[in-house]
């Protein structure tokens, strides 16, 4: 089992259905992060959970709601999504959320498309 | 300015060629932590290194090698003997330690031709 798992593994949406990205980490870990990867641009950071409390939002439009419910578990709620929302959006975690000094370790993506 | 910038875009190696797959990175901090990561196609990022700022003595793992210099900024990677299952693109990153996320390059695409 790896460790951190993502569903769906793809989306295709329109823009005015509501969706939910989920992410599950078992590795015992207390941060949990949401990344965004566009073609040809490096990976965008979008929010930063610490032991479940946000302490990162990366000036993410409203669209996208994250929740997290407890230190294993992580959303990430869409609606009214833009066609230049469509990317891969990558869940990772790392042990204690101390920035970058910890290695994070990423889940395999669910790959969204907006119509 | 963009913190890692790795500026091969692609590649393309015949099976069993070395290969160095270049990352330059730009930071005030004196303490830093740089890594690499390796994305197949399926998508997830496998963890590949990470080095911290003050230590400089190259690494090897494998077919897979390490080249910090501090003094150019770089943290190059090499593949020796590469094989196909190294085709994926492969990201570079910088954290730094006053900082609360990675930095990463835009990527390198690897393909080993059979």
């Known amino acids: 089992e790896t460790g951190v798992t993502q569903t769906p593994r793809h989306l295709v949406m329109g823009m005015t259905n509501k969706k939910s990205l989920k992410c599950e980490q078992h590795l015992g870990h207390n941060a949990m992060y949401w990344y965004k990867q566009s073609a040809k641009k490096p990976l965008e950071l979008m929010f930063v959970?610490?032991?479940?409390?946000?302490?990162e939002n990366n000036s993410v439009p409203s669209r996208f709601s994250p929740e997290c419910p407890n230190s294993s578990h992580l959303f990430l709620h869409l609606h009214t999504l833009q066609p230049e929302d469509s990317a891969l959006y990558l869940c990772?975690?790392?042990?204690?959320?101390?920035?970058?000094?910890?290695?994070?370790?990423f889940g395999p993506g669910t790959r969204l498309l907006v119509l | 300015a963009q913190k890692v910038t790795q500026a091969q875009t692609e590649i393309s190696v015949v099976e069993k060629e070395d290969v160095t797959l270049d990352c330059v990175y730009e930071t005030r901090d004196t303490t830093y932590y740089l890594f690499w990561y390796k994305q197949p196609p399926s998508g997830e990022l496998v963890f590949l290194i990470r080095r911290n700022s003050f230590d400089e003595q190259n690494e090897i793992s494998g077919r897979y090698s390490w080249n910090f210099q501090k003094s150019t900024s770089s943290f190059n990677f090499t593949i020796t003997a590469s094989q196909v299952v190294d085709s994926a693109v492969y990201f570079c990153a910088l954290s730094e330690y006053t900082g609360n996320q990675f930095y990463f390059g835009t990527g390198t695409s690897l393909t080993v031709i059979p």
């Open positions: 990772a975690s790392s042990q204690e959320g101390v920035g970058g000094r910890e290695t994070q370790y």
């Open positions: 959970y610490n032991f479940k409390e946000q302490t």
